[in-house]
């Protein structure tokens, strides 16, 4: 069973980037879909980006587009996400998630089954 621990959020200045990263244990990852959701004060845990695979799909959520880039490095067992030029309103907890059954990914929680415990980013202005 795949295992998921996230790392990299701090505190950054409006139009600053930071580079998250989601460490996976187990044996099965390279077969995983991927994903990023956030959660801010206040507000219900909303999808932020996905990945397949194989890296041969991706798909943002038009809140990030263009500013966000999701990869994966299998052979590292590792999910990254690049965040470039950063808004107070990015300001969450991200959390990474893996599906066993969806290889392709999904912007739907419910078919991921395994979470990481969180890292908080803060965007400050």
């Known amino acids: 069973q795949v295992q998921l621990v996230e790392s990299g959020g701090a505190l950054v200045q409006t139009g600053g980037s930071l580079r998250l990263s989601c460490a996976a244990s187990?044996?099965?990852?390279?077969?995983?879909?991927m994903g990023w959701f956030r959660q801010a004060p206040g507000k219900e845990r909303e999808f932020v980006a996905t990945?397949?695979?194989?890296?041969?799909?991706?798909y943002y959520a038009d809140s990030v587009k263009g500013r966000f880039t999701i990869s994966r490095d299998n052979a590292k067992n590792t999910v990254y996400l690049q965040m470039n030029s950063l808004k107070p309103e990015d300001t969450a907890v991200y959390y990474c998630?893996?599906?066993?059954?969806?290889?392709?990914?999904?912007?739907?929680?419910?078919?991921?089954?395994?979470w990481g415990q969180g890292t908080q980013v803060t965007v400050s202005s």
């Open positions: 998630a893996g599906s066993s059954q969806f290889y392709a990914g999904s912007v739907e929680q419910d078919r991921y089954d395994t």
């Open positions: 187990g044996s099965t990852f390279s077969s995983y879909g």
């Open positions: 990945i397949s695979y194989s890296s041969s799909y991706k």
